[in-house]
């Protein structure tokens, strides 16, 4: 059984084709000429698969258009530092503004990754699955856990290939503690997208 899914009309039922096309169009930017072909690959693979099976089960189950929107920001910023690859994305504004020591651009990606916390919790309970707290509790742990997933991935990509690919995929930057940070980053992600879930009314429903 299947919680009463949103309704939507006019310009907001078209939210999630906008969407679509947007992403769609910048695969294709991304696609053309990237800093590295190789850590393209290993980068877009993963966003490739996500953004399938969003359009795959698109009649099955539609989210809604907030969610839709959560995760279409993860896989807009991942598809265009898999372009110029994460270190070197051209967001020196943002780090001589704030005077940082290296280009936070990834960890802004890592911290949209927890927005699928928000999509998680609305499956389940949409499904009825879960109760609220407890969907929502799923989906930090869900994301937490995809966090230390990837994190062991970019790891092992390093190792296996090494040379500039290795440390391009890995983008940490001289930081220590970049695997750390990265996954407080998708935690965070997670608990704000949680509390907007919280206060949309899927958790009352």
Known sequence: MVATPPVYS???????????????????????DPADSTVWWAEMIPIMAIFASLLATYRAF??????????????????????????NV????????????????????????????????????????ARPVTAMLFGLFFIMAVAAAYEIIEWQFAVIEGGDAGLEFLGSQGDIWD???????????????????????????
């Open 10 to 32: 006019g310009w907001q039922a078209r939210v999630p084709h906008f969407l679509a096309i947007v992403i769609s169009a910048t695969m294709v930017w991304s696609y053309i």
């Open 62 to 87: 539609r989210f809604s258009n907030t969610a839709y929107v959560l995760m279409s920001v993860l896989l807009i910023m991942h598809t265009i530092g898999a372009h110029y690859t994460f270190a």
């Open 90 to 129: 051209p967001f020196d504004w943002v780090t001589n503004t704030f005077d940082f020591e290296r280009n936070h651009y990834d960890r802004i990606a890592h911290f949209s990754v927890g927005f699928y916390a928000y999509a998680a919790a609305e499956l389940l309970v949409r499904k009825q699955w």
């Open 179 to 205: 695997a750390q940070k990265d996954m407080l980053a998708d935690t965070l992600g997670a608990i704000v997208a949680l509390v907007l879930f919280a206060l949309s009314g899927w958790n009352r429903r």
